[in-house]
């Protein structure tokens, strides 16, 4: 376990920057928000091993290098002691998040159950509004769920909580898409297409394919296994993915939310450094340097 702590030490995590900039930003002054910002990084580090368990495309981290069973073992014990510390921060501070851990465990289903939906996307999602259902779980509820545990410690009015709700979940979908986009771009057996995942760029190639690439359709019916396809059709979808203009329509959508990223970020008051703190650490980070701002 401190292993795999110091592991994820070592990269560019956002998440503490996003608990303590939004309690700031608001005013707060909190002296547990160090402890909150810890917690934070907690819970996204147990739920990142989560995820690549689920995937087995990042066999180079430390978790993925170890046995399988002390990796289960390690997500248990992540999973008690941030539960833990979310009990230890509501008896500090019930007077101003008196539903602190029935909030934090909230998020966390919703997450839990937005990556249900991604990993089964045949049954869960059949076109652009399970999409964004699903983002809106996935990825908007971790980014809330950082925020969450920074304002949660401020006397904010709920008008601009709900504002930094709505941001977060507007900053999913960028990500998200970033993410979709990035991945369609590197076509090997771990490509979404690949695994039959139906993310924006692939439900606009599908209401396409059924005239141009009718072979496509049929491997999203299960007619022939990953390996048989990009053996037979690899050129074809390559080709695909170029014209169809899939790849071009994501960023357009993604560029749109940026601008409501940008609207609603512009009503949202606060200190003016840690403001610009938080602007750096949301919408500078998760989509200014991909949607051409």
Wanted: net charge negative; hydrophobic share 40%.
């Amino acid at each position: 376990m401190k292993s795999f702590i110091a592991a994820r030490a070592e990269g560019d995590s956002v998440w503490a920057e996003l608990t303590e900039s939004s309690h700031r930003m608001l005013g707060g002054q909190s002296r547990h928000i160090t402890r909150a910002a810890a917690v934070t990084e907690l819970i996204m580090l147990t739920l990142d091993i989560v995820d690549d368990l689920q995937d087995r495309d990042k066999a180079y981290r430390i978790w993925m290098q170890c046995p399988e069973s002390f990796t289960l073992n390690a997500v248990l014990a992540f999973l008690m002691a941030f539960m833990n510390e979310v009990g230890q921060l509501q008896l500090h501070i019930s007077h101003t998040a008196p539903l602190l851990t029935t909030e934090v465990s909230q998020l966390v289903l919703f997450a839990v159950n937005g990556q249900q939906k991604d990993l089964n996307p045949l049954v869960n999602i059949s076109d652009e509004e399970d999409y964004f259902s699903m983002v809106q779980q996935k990825s908007g509820s971790l980014i809330r769920l950082a925020c969450y545990l920074g304002y949660s410690l401020t006397e904010s009015s709920s008008e601009i909580t709900e504002r930094i709700d709505d941001l977060a979940y507007y900053l999913g979908v960028i990500a998200q898409i970033d993410n979709d986009v990035n991945n369609l771009m590197q076509f090997n057996m771990g490509n979404d297409l690949l695994q039959r995942k139906r993310t924006l760029p692939i439900l606009c190639m599908l209401a396409q394919a059924r005239d141009s690439f009718p072979e496509l359709i049929q491997y999203y019916e299960g007619e022939q296994d990953p390996e048989a396809f990009i053996q037979q059709h690899k050129q074809a979808s390559l080709i695909t993915i170029a014209d169809s203009g899939c790849l071009e329509y994501a960023r357009i959508i993604q560029s749109l939310y940026y601008d409501k990223a940008e609207r609603l970020f512009e009503s949202i008051p606060g200190e003016p450094l840690w403001r610009e703190r938080f602007r750096r650490a949301t919408i500078g980070r998760f989509g200014a340097s991909h949607v051409g701002k």
